[in-house]
């Protein structure tokens, strides 16, 4: 995939989870399980009419965000993907992924996901420790992970990606590797690992301001990054992107989308999408969301793509923006970084022209490398890489 890719991603954003944890601050809401169905229906209805005026000509990967998307049932499940497989072509080698959480997992409910063609599963773990699974108020522990990894081993699956979070408080630098031992153990195909911010109206973050919890430590952060690239990379893992690691042929296809800026549908309450050159968001409230949807005529047309009924927010990107966001997001790719040439062929703009005093002094700091190939960050500039996107963008 090159960052001039013109297919398309879809994203599908499920809002609904059992509880809330103290770190999330995504659109997701609790106690809505009733409203599932009428959901699912409404965002059928929004596949139907975004596949109507939908340019592009392939699917390559179709990601079942949230929230909890393991809430739905595998009826509602194979609904949408009905849907979305006659709006629109896919790829013979497409990449279907859903999120889950590991409780929520049964043998039967997996080998049913796994045969309607869900063959990738993202699994929040978060952490091997109990202490810090009940300061995120999750709802599993460590044996629950265990038990979900064998079940979807058993179902067929063989891609399975695993989330950790790190670098929030009481956290410590051995319990962080007890984390990541644990979670090279159960041998998934790929790791995500995020360090935590404090978002605004985040339970963790108001009981940091209230002084409660201490403020995490910035220091003690980075030595937990750079224990993770040690112990990853021992394990087999290759860092392909800043937070994201992978055994080789594995690399997330739909994440790699975003990375490259390229083109993605986001579909639901909350989702994000830039497709058509238009960066846009959709209505927050599932049932809000519901209401608007309801509201339109089976084959009822009128809307610009990406635009739809419950688009709140869209603006065309400037040439300006797309090569900054490009840039930001394709140097995040460790080894592939920034190809000059697929730059110059995307923008028409000779990058090192743009950009080369600036690329000059961080290749002086060891934090990039610049070759007649590509612009990447350096095993030094990971740890600073907001810093050279500021100046960047």
């Known amino acids: 995939m090159s960052i001039n890719s013109e297919n398309l991603s879809i994203y599908l954003h499920i ?3 059992a509880t809330k944890c103290t770190y999330c601050a995504f659109n997701t809401y609790v106690n809505l399980d009733a409203i599932i169905p009428a959901f699912v229906s409404a965002l059928i209805k ?3 009419l975004i596949a109507q005026t939908n340019p592009y000509g392939v699917i390559d990967s179709i990601y079942f965000g949230g929230g909890t998307p393991t809430l739905l049932t595998t009826g509602q499940f194979d609904q949408l993907l009905t849907a979305l497989k006659r709006g629109f072509r896919w790829s013979d080698s497409i990449e279907i992924s859903t999120e889950a959480n590991p409780n929520d997992l049964s043998l039967p409910y997996l080998k049913d996901l796994y045969g ?4 990738r599963m993202s ?3 978060q952490s091997a420790n109990q202490n810090e699974l009940v300061l995120f108020d999750r709802r599993h522990d460590n044996h629950t992970v265990i038990q979900a990894m064998e079940m979807v081993r058993e179902a067929g699956f063989r891609n399975i990606n695993l989330d950790l979070i790190y670098g929030f408080p009481h956290q410590t630098l051995q319990t962080w590797e007890t984390s990541l031992k644990q979670v090279t153990q159960l041998a998934p195909e790929h790791i995500s690992l995020y360090a935590l911010t404090l978002e605004e109206g985040t339970s963790l973050k108001s009981r940091v301001d209230y002084g409660s919890l201490p403020m995490p430590d910035d220091d003690l952060t980075a030595d937990m990054y750079e224990l993770a690239t040690q112990h990853l990379g021992e394990m087999g893992y290759g860092q392909y992107e800043i ?3 992978a055994k080789a042929g594995y690399e997330c296809r739909h994440n790699l989308q975003y990375w490259h800026n390229a083109p993605y549908v986001g579909l639901g309450p909350g989702a994000h999408g830039f497709a058509g050159g238009v960066r846009y968001a959709t209505i927050l409230s599932p049932q809000r969301y519901i209401t608007a949807m309801n509201e339109i005529e089976v084959g009822q047309g009128g809307y610009e793509f990406p635009r739809t009924p419950v688009v709140v927010d869209a603006r065309i990107v400037t040439k300006e923006e797309d090569i900054s966001e490009t840039l930001m997001m394709c140097l995040r790719l460790l ?7 697929e730059f110059k062929k995307r923008f028409a703009t000779d990058l090192l022209g743009l950009h080369g005093k600036t690329f000059e002094k961080f290749e002086a700091y060891g934090l990039l490398e610049v070759t007649p190939e590509r612009v ?5 500039g990971r740890l600073l890489s907001n810093m050279i996107f500021r100046e960047i963008i």
């Open 335 to 341: 080894d592939e970084g920034v190809s000059l040439d």
């Open 116 to 119: 309607l063609g869900i063959h």
């Open 15 to 17: 809002p609904f989870c």
């Open 46 to 48: 929004e596949i139907d």
């Open 243 to 245: 937070s994201n690691w």
């Open 376 to 380: 990447r960050i350096t095993e030094k």
């Open 123 to 125: 699994i929040g773990m």
